[in-house]
């Protein structure tokens, strides 16, 4: 019995050892969201790409005013990720979304942010069938993978599930279901075929 304790004590050991750290110290998490990301290795994971693209983003070509505004930005989402203890969709859930959404906003409106090699990729734009509109997809390969959908109605983040073929990522109310540059997105029900457009 006592040889399974310590077999069991070394597992749990290994295993906090080899977690992924994130970009801040871990001693000095001063919310839940923070606790939430050390705790965590998908957590952390987001946590070290958004500091990444940040950071590029930070340290392009930007105006002091553009870069007063990021910094603005950065602290007004840090507020808003720290009140994630409020949300229906539970701590962990709501954690992640926010680093998604805020991955995909300096992506998309950061040029220098889509430097470099990690694990996200995008924005995309995809034209599908009787859409006004291009839907902004960016991808986020972290476990699990994450889309972000933006749209004419607002952004979406959607996390990978199973799939026989491609990637399918699911949402309360949408899946896209991604192969190649092809995509069938469903939202409410309505389907429809999309195609990844070039950007130029």
């Known amino acids: 019995m006592r040889f399974l304790s310590l077999s069991v004590a070394l597992i749990v050991f290994s295993t906090r050892a080899f977690a992924l750290d994130p970009s801040f110290d871990c001693a000095k998490a001063g919310s839940s969201a923070e606790e939430a990301v050390c705790a965590s290795d998908a957590l952390a994971a987001l946590d070290l790409e958004l500091a990444r693209v940040y950071g590029l ?9 553009r870069l007063n505004e990021l910094k603005a930005t950065q602290r007004g989402w840090i507020k808003g990720r720290d009140e994630c203890w409020k949300s229906s969709l539970g701590l962990e859930a709501c954690v992640g979304n926010e680093y998604a959404f805020r991955i995909a906003e300096l992506r998309q409106g950061y040029a220098g942010a889509r430097e470099g090699d990690g694990p996200s990729e995008g924005p995309f734009p995809y034209v599908c069938e009787g859409m006004d509109a291009p839907l902004s997809v960016t991808f986020i390969n972290a476990e699990p993978p994450r889309a972000v959908v933006g749209m004419q109605d607002g952004t979406r983040v959607l996390v990978a599930g199973p799939s026989g073929s491609g990637v399918r990522y699911e949402g309360i109310d949408m899946v896209l279901h991604t192969k190649g540059k092809e995509a069938a997105v469903e939202i409410d029900g309505a389907a429809s075929q999309c195609m990844q457009d070039d950007i130029g």
Do not use: G, P
Request: proline share 0%; no cysteine; net charge negative.
């Open 57 to 65: 983003a930070a340290t392009s070509d930007l105006s002091s005013e």
